[in-house]
């Protein structure tokens, strides 16, 4: 089985970038699915979109936008980076997206998650203090779906379905729905325990680091029976730049993505020594040279033989000419060199 | 002002049609593709589907299928016939729809109705008993996210907002909100009252009662104030065949597109005799030769002053060569001889 590589955006909506462009809403959205086209050109594997209910960001309903993407794409597979399922409803989430891969023949996955922004829990109404309750359900209910074309159900955050018949059915046999976590072990016991694939984004936590949660996901799975159908998926950040020198030069464009979008908001501070840390070899952040990132990536394969890398390129506010080279390099030297590794 | 052309569809799904084919659900999904492609190109004004949560239809997310349809054309809006508002969420609908109007550069439209059909109710879990109330709230609310970045709501069917910014706000200034009704007086006088676009879809309905609805919208649209805002669309059954006898042959297949889909499932029984029923003057449904349609529609014009026409002409089983035939006439005869009557 050979390596999957593909790309995710979550869709940071930067408006002043740190070269003075403007990006307007309709341009951000734009750059979205020519990222998703180009990407399906290059021979990526899958693409893969954000959810957000904040202005920071530009998508709010990925299947839609993803919908438009599939329609000028022929192979990619079209997902979520994650799909907010404690804020939406499970119902409505499978529609969406049995509905996508109807119109893409067949390319839709559902990345869940439970979030990790409060907006969707205040904006749809979910009790925060009941954050793993309404996820368990929602998961549940949305796993119900996928198996049963008619089903019976009752829980505490929805109203009961009574032999409903929800549909479309999709074009595959089995949507796939993977579960994205963001570094709680609890989440990867739980994705193991359901036998689910399981998608680890990080945020340059040290390799140790994702190998106790990688190890936590395989221990769960086998434990439960579920061994055979396990999947590990790895998200990371990543610019692959011409040189050394041009890989440390998109600073302020790394700062802009995880930093506050509009003042008074919400971000992470990263400071110059903080993005420095960042090409250290035991960090998961792969920005550097293809050499270093070949390097940097297969040695993690060697430790937790991820079966799907998922690179985190499209910052908003990165120049789009940079963008495409970065995607470039992944789909024609970083995937080639280590899409064959067992 | 023109008056616009347009086609919807309710995207039944016929599984085996009148002349023995066999209709996938994936097939007829990909006609619904085709089939908005395919006005665009022959220039047709705006394309619509309908939301059904049943599989007696094929479309659940009409957003997911217009953005499909929207990034293989250019000009042609993309609208909903009908949004079932009442089950749904306003916050989500206003996100799918202001994320189509991105992907498709100021093309979506949204109608929103309150639903033929038990099957959204039970679904969604919504009390029937408050039809009216239930819709009533959700369209206020809809209209509110409409035309504020930022909003704070309290209702009785959703909870509530607090400084809430939904988005992404659409690519239009403002995204066209249309009333589909289906017959009621109330819904033709709330639609007025509030100075909305009001779309009358009739069952074949005869002209004097289509007469009544349009001088109801029109009479509390202008008691309102709103008399320059008022449009005013009307939705009506469509085939147009090379000659008179081809359009009756299409009976056994516009039997089956209102009748049940599946045994024991609900639907209208259509015999003969009512079939024959709609081809008199005073009927509004438009099946006949090119002649007769330009005849009987702009008699309906001249009595109603219709802002815009919207045909269904997609009947699920329905031969495809005859779905085209019956669209390349409505596009190239039938509305360039009516486009401009005033």
């Known amino acids: 089985m050979t390596i999957e590589f593909g790309i995710a955006s979550l869709t940071e909506h930067v408006r002043t970038t740190a070269d003075g462009r403007t990006v307007t809403a309709p341009e951000r959205v734009q750059q979205l699915i020519d990222l998703g086209v180009r990407a399906d050109q290059l021979g990526l594997d899958n693409f893969a979109l954000g959810e957000h209910h904040s202005p920071d960001f530009a998508v709010s309903s990925p299947a839609v936008v993803l919908a438009a993407i599939g329609a000028r794409t022929e192979h990619i597979t079209l ?16 529609e969406d997206f049995a509905t996508l891969d109807q119109t893409s023949s067949g390319r839709a996955e559902v990345t869940v998650g439970r979030g990790a922004f409060i907006e ?20 549940a209910l949305l796993l119900r779906l996928r198996n049963n074309e008619t089903l019976s159900w009752r829980g505490r955050f929805r109203s009961p379905l009574v032999d409903a018949e929800i549909g479309p059915r999709p074009a595959q046999a089995v949507l796939p729905i993977w579960v994205g976590v ?45 061994g055979d159908r396990l999947r590990l998926g790895f998200g990371a950040h990543f610019f692959a730049g011409a040189t050394a020198a041009e890989s440390r030069a998109v600073f302020p464009f790394y700062r802009d993505f995880l930093g506050p979008k509009r003042p008074g908001r919400g971000g992470m501070v990263v400071t110059r020594a903080h993005f420095d840390a960042g090409f250290a070899p035991q960090s998961t952040r792969y920005i550097g040279t293809t050499t270093e990132i070949i390097d940097k990536l297969g040695a993690l394969h060697e430790l937790i033989r991820f079966d799907r890398f998922q690179a985190l390129l499209d910052w908003g506010g990165l120049p789009p000419n940079l963008v495409d080279d970065a995607l470039s390099r992944l789909a024609t030297e970083v995937a080639p060199a280590l899409r064959n590794r067992s």
């Open 79 to 94: 997902g979520t980076a994650v799909t907010v399922l404690s804020a939406l409803d499970p119902v409505r989430v499978f």
């Open 120 to 139: 969707p829990f205040t904006i749809f109404g979910i009790p925060v203090e009941e954050y793993d309750a309404v996820f368990d359900e929602k998961l």
């Open 182 to 226: 963001g570094g709680s072990p609890e989440s990867a016991a739980r994705a193991g325990r359901l036998g689910l694939p399981m998608i680890f984004g990080s945020l340059g936590l040290p390799m140790a680091q994702v190998k106790t949660l990688a190890d936590i996901y395989r221990e769960a799975g086998e434990h439960a029976g579920h």
